[in-house]
């Protein structure tokens, strides 16, 4: 999608911080990250959010919860990590576009870090 924010990312139309690509997958680190390590984990298919994952496109999420330990490990986020994805205005969603926010690299609180 030519004006979604993460699909500019993902085509280097604005520029990001990358951990992670594959064909599939693209990660890279949160612009205001709310823990010492925050990563967000994007399909390089456009994907509105939670509410865009159906039974034609699920696989791409599938692979992301694959890839997700790859770069917990890379990151050495050995004491553990939290994964979480905003779906909606309720949950504070921002960007229109699936994404597994990566938090750890402290003890998290019951907040989202
Ligand atoms: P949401 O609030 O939708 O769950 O998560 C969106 C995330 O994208 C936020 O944590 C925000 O800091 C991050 N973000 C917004 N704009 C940019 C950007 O231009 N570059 C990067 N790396 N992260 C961004
Ligand atoms: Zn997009």
Not at 7 to 13: D, R, T
Request: aromatic fraction near 6%; proline fraction near 6%.
């Amino acid at each position: 999608m030519s004006d979604c924010l993460f699909c500019k990312i993902i085509s280097g139309e604005i520029p990001s911080n990358k951990v992670y690509e594959d064909e599939t997958v693209y990660a890279f680190r949160d612009i205001a990250p709310q823990a010492p390590t925050h990563i967000l984990v994007i399909p390089k298919e456009h994907i509105s959010g939670c509410n865009g994952v159906t039974v034609d496109n699920s696989a791409v999420v599938a692979h992301i919860f694959a890839v997700i330990p790859q770069i917990a490990q890379a990151e050495g986020l050995t004491g553990g990590y939290r994964v979480v994805s905003n779906c909606g205005p309720d949950a504070g969603q921002t960007v229109p576009h699936l994404h597994f926010h990566i938090l750890g690299g402290k003890q998290l609180t019951l907040e989202m870090a």
